[in-house]
């Protein structure tokens, strides 16, 4: 048999030859434009990735609220509170402070107040006590009021027999003031506003450390009221630890809770700044009048001084500025930024 190939098969092995070679390229064509979907090549744009639904959790409901205030007392909050009796000055500032003005149905009497808006809301307690008939015929879902006797226990055990929520609050302290701030503003609904004023007082708190810093420590009497003996914050009161906390070296009765001195110890403690906080019975020029006092130090320089220590020392946001104005009393040469006066008790009188 001839070994060469005919014209037809020929011409059929170019054609099966080529078919082949056809479909060989299409393979490798498919091939490659699947590998190259696949490995797309590098991007020079940064791309930034996108959070899936379980990186942010849906936020707990506020209420209802079970919280636990500063007797210890349980606390059930079925719903954010629409009526609220505040029944001390720094609970009434802090409600104010979060914007809660118009929910504040009745609030403690306030010789001195840091916000002129609250005076259109009725007193519900005075200094003789609370008026629990008329706290009631307010119907409150919620009832803010002191420990500690600032408001009469047997007014918030009656409050609560008639199952009225009450949040007793008192700290004697920055640290639980600032938790007392904290629990009130998840009371109401308003932890990230509460928070806010938490920051600001610890802010101010912090500045003036900063100030202070290179300053020395005068010796400082703070008279809280001259009548009947001479009155002055105990070693474990608020006003005592922010005299440090704005480098004076305070003096105090020496025991926790008592608030009365001799006069001997006055003068024996020679103190280099007097602040006065009874200037509505006392004024700067009365001091030197007393026998024996001109020989102190703050008397011979001029550095007797009026403060309203009540409102410096309010459990609210007023403590930011109480801060600041008690570091410029005891430091008038300090600089603060944010410093402003806290009025006198006699300067907030009305003629």
């Known amino acids: 048999m001839d070994a060469r190939l005919s014209p037809d098969r020929t011409r059929r092995t170019h054609?099966?030859?080529?078919?082949?070679?056809?479909?060989?390229?299409?393979?490798i064509t498919v091939v490659s434009g699947c590998s190259a979907a696949a490995t797309p090549p590098p991007s020079l744009v940064p791309t930034t990735p996108v959070p899936s639904a379980a990186?942010?959790?849906?936020?707990?409901?506020?209420?209802?609220?079970?919280?636990?205030?500063?007797?210890?007392?349980?606390?059930?909050?079925?719903?954010?509170?629409?009526?609220?009796?505040?029944?001390?000055?720094?609970?009434?500032?802090?409600?104010f402070a979060l914007g809660l003005g118009s929910r504040v149905v009745g609030k403690s009497e306030d010789i001195a107040p840091t916000n002129p808006s609250v005076g259109s809301v009725p007193n519900v307690v005075t200094y003789q006590g609370a008026d629990v008939e008329k706290i009631v015929a307010l119907t409150p879902d919620l009832v803010i009021a002191g420990g500690h006797n600032l408001n009469r226990p047997d007014d918030i055990a009656k409050l609560r027999s008639l199952h009225i929520p009450v949040l007793v609050i008192y700290a004697s302290d920055l640290k639980g003031i600032l938790a007392d701030i904290t629990l009130v503003g998840r009371a109401v609904g308003r932890p990230a506003g509460a928070a806010t004023i938490v920051a600001d007082i610890q802010g101010a708190f912090a500045e003036v450390k900063a100030a202070a810093a290179s300053a020395t420590s005068p010796r400082v009497y703070a008279e809280l009221d001259a009548s009947g003996g001479y009155w002055l914050p105990a070693p474990d009161d608020l006003l005592t630890d922010m005299i440090r906390a704005a480098k004076g070296d305070p003096l105090t009765s020496g025991t926790p809770g008592v608030y009365q001195i001799d006069q001997e110890k006055i003068l024996a403690f020679d103190p280099q700044v007097i602040l006065l906080s009874d200037t509505y019975a006392v004024s700067v020029g009365d001091v030197a009048k007393r026998a024996g006092w001109s020989v102190i130090s703050a008397v011979k320089t001029g550095d007797v001084r009026p403060i309203d220590a009540s409102t410096a020392t309010r459990p609210g946001p007023s403590l930011a500025a109480g801060i600041r104005a008690l570091a410029v009393a005891i430091h008038p040469g300090l600089v603060l930024p944010n410093a402003t006066s806290v009025p006198s008790a006699a300067d907030s009188t009305t003629p």
């Open 15 to 27: 054609r099966t030859r080529g078919l082949a070679a056809t479909l060989l390229l299409a393979v």
């Open 55 to 95: 990186a942010t959790p849906t936020p707990a409901p506020a209420f209802p609220a079970a919280l636990t205030d500063d007797d210890g007392t349980a606390v059930t909050l079925k719903a954010e509170p629409q009526k609220i009796i505040t029944m001390t000055p720094g609970a009434t500032d802090t409600l």
